[in-house]
């Protein structure tokens, strides 16, 4: 079992930026692909970011590529998600998810493929 729990959320105008912090605890966290998901309200919840357990091969959706960098600090079991330059379109609920089937190397971006999840952070981008 592992217990992740998000940070960082909050309002920021467009063009500003956050990170969101991910804090795992309950098992060894280099076990675990890691990815960022998100859900606007009516929407279903997409694939924003994930990263690899060694933190290599960090894969972005194409709508946050050169916007967003996720990466990893396995001494501190979390993961992180820098957000640059954001757009109102960005606005949702943001969640982190952990992945324990993936090889070393790789990542999936399929909401179910992960196997636990935090419970959300919310972040808005007013104009």
């Known amino acids: 079992q592992v217990q992740l729990v998000e940070s960082g959320g909050g309002l920021v105008q467009a063009g500003g930026s956050l990170r969101l912090s991910c804090a795992a605890s309950?098992?060894?966290?280099?076990?675990?692909?890691m990815g960022w998901f998100r859900q606007a309200p009516g929407k279903e919840r997409e694939f924003v970011a994930a990263i690899s357990r060694s933190g290599g091969n960090p894969y972005y959706t194409d709508s946050v590529k050169g916007r967003f960098t996720i990466y990893r600090d396995n001494a501190k079991n979390t993961v992180y998600l820098q957000m640059n330059s954001l757009k109102p379109e960005d606005t949702a609920v943001y969640y982190c998810?952990?992945?324990?089937?993936?090889?070393?190397?790789?990542?999936?971006?399929?909401?179910?493929?992960?196997?636990?999840w935090g419970q959300g952070t919310q972040v808005t981008v007013s104009l």
């Open positions: 309950g098992r060894t966290f280099s076990n675990y692909a």
């Open positions: 998810a952990a992945d324990r089937r993936m090889p070393p190397a790789l990542i999936t971006t399929t909401p179910g493929n992960y196997d636990y």
